[in-house]
T-cell receptor, first 111, second 116 residues
Framework: QKEVEQDPGPLSVPEGAIVSLNCTYSNSAFQYFMWYRQYSRKGPELLMYTYSSGNKEDGRFTAQVDKSSKYISLFIRDSQPSDSATYLCMAGGTSYGKLTFGQGTILTVHP | NAGVTQTPKFRVLKTGQSMTLLCAQDMNHEYMYWYRQDPGMGLRLIHYSVGEGTTAKGEVPDGYNVSRLKKQNFLLGLESAAPSQTSVYFC???????????????FGPGTRLTVL
């Protein structure tokens, strides 16, 4: 079992929908969590970075962490076709080599 | 400012051949990483470096070697390529932040490697 599990989808939604992307993790040593967005044939780019339980908002994006249930989420409001990409969650601890990505969720937002 | 660049972009090898992938960054980052990305597996860390002259193993290091002779460069070597090493390889760099390891990573565009 992977330490970070993510539903690979694919997920297809209409433009304007609220998107919910989720990951679960099993290692209690993970302390910080990130969401990366990866467009086709490109490298991942950081979207959100959270270090504690709770919500963090940035424009249309909200990252949510629940350490008690080991559950992390990314919400996208008013989704746009330009949001179509693969979204990767990542968890890390204080060990530099302990960086674990989920499998990635493929999202398509259709006009 | 080019960010993170990777050379080559594509490569086809025959089983048993060797090659070196080059990663370069111009952001003066201390940390550099090599990942492989396979369908359904996400990104998996191969090796990483926390500074010039240092390297360490990640999750899937077998069959790969790395070197960090210069701060801006991180090389990934395949001594004897196998079909199981067919993948997309990503390099990333970053800097330490507040004691939390692995802060924001900046990724290169990737190298698509096929081993026949």
């Amino acid at each position: 079992q992977k330490e970070v599990e993510q539903d690979p989808g694919p997920l297809s939604v209409p433009e304007g929908a609220i998107v919910s992307l989720n990951c679960t993790y099993s290692n209690s040593a993970f302390q910080y969590f990130m969401w990366y967005r990866q467009y086709s044939r490109k490298g991942p780019e950081l979207l959100m970075y959270t270090y504690s339980s709770g919500n963090k908002e940035d424009g249309r994006f909200t990252a949510q962490v629940d350490k008690s249930s080991k559950y992390i989420s990314l919400f996208i409001r008013d989704s746009q076709p330009s949001d179509s990409a693969t979204y990767l969650c990542m968890a890390g601890g204080t060990s530099y080599g302990k960086l674990t990505f989920g499998q990635g969720t493929i999202l398509t937002v259709h006009p | 400012n080019a960010g993170v660049t990777q050379t080559p972009k594509f490569r086809v090898l025959k089983t048993g051949q060797s090659m070196t992938l080059l990663c370069a960054q111009d952001m003066n980052h201390e940390y550099m990483y090599w990942y492989r990305q396979d369908p359904g597996m996400g990104l998996r860390l191969i090796h990483y470096s926390v500074g010039e002259g240092t390297t360490a193993k990640g999750e899937v290091p077998d069959g790969y070697n790395v070197s960090r002779l210069k701060k801006q460069n991180f090389l990934l070597g395949l001594e004897s390529a196998a079909p199981s090493q067919t993948s997309v390889y990503f390099c990333a760099s970053g800097r330490p932040s507040g004691g939390a390891a692995g802060d924001t990573q900046y990724f290169g565009p990737g190298t698509r490697l096929t081993v026949l």
